[in-house]
Nanobody
Framework: QVQFVESGGGLVQPGGSLRLSCAAS??????????MAWYRQAPGKQCELLAR???????VYADSVKGRFTISRVNTNNTVSLQMNSLKPEDTAVYYC???????WGQGTQVTVSS
């Protein structure tokens, strides 16, 4: 089963930016035919779908991140990214990249927004 490795998380001050990246690992498949998504899960909270991108590049965002986050993909590199701007303390969570519908599982990358 294909897995994804996320990177780019860290500690950032409120108002700052981070760029998360995700690459397929394990079974080598092309993600080009899959809708991909970014999710996050904060301690004690449910998994939240943040953004998804279709195989053709169409995007949909959760209200909580609309206008601040941008999802993109490079099919030739089997990678998906999430550009996060104007970060808020409530964005603190573990962030996951996955095929759309699979939710919060995998390695994830921690994002902490704090002064």
């Amino acid at each position: 089963q294909v897995q994804f490795v996320e990177s780019g998380g860290g500690l950032v001050q409120p108002g700052g930016s981070l760029r998360l990246s995700c690459a397929a690992s394990g079974t080598i498949i092309s993600i080009s035919t899959y809708a991909m998504a970014w999710y996050r899960q904060a301690p004690g909270k449910q998994c939240e779908l943040l953004a998804r991108i279709s195989s053709g590049g169409n995007t949909v965002y959760a209200d909580s991140v609309k206008g601040r986050f941008t999802i993109s993909r490079v099919n030739t590199n089997n990678t998906v990214s999430l550009q996060m701007n104007s970060l808020k303390p409530e964005d603190t969570a573990v962030y996951y990249c996955n095929i759309w519908g699979r939710g919060c599982w995998g390695q994830g990358t921690q994002v902490t927004v704090s002064s």
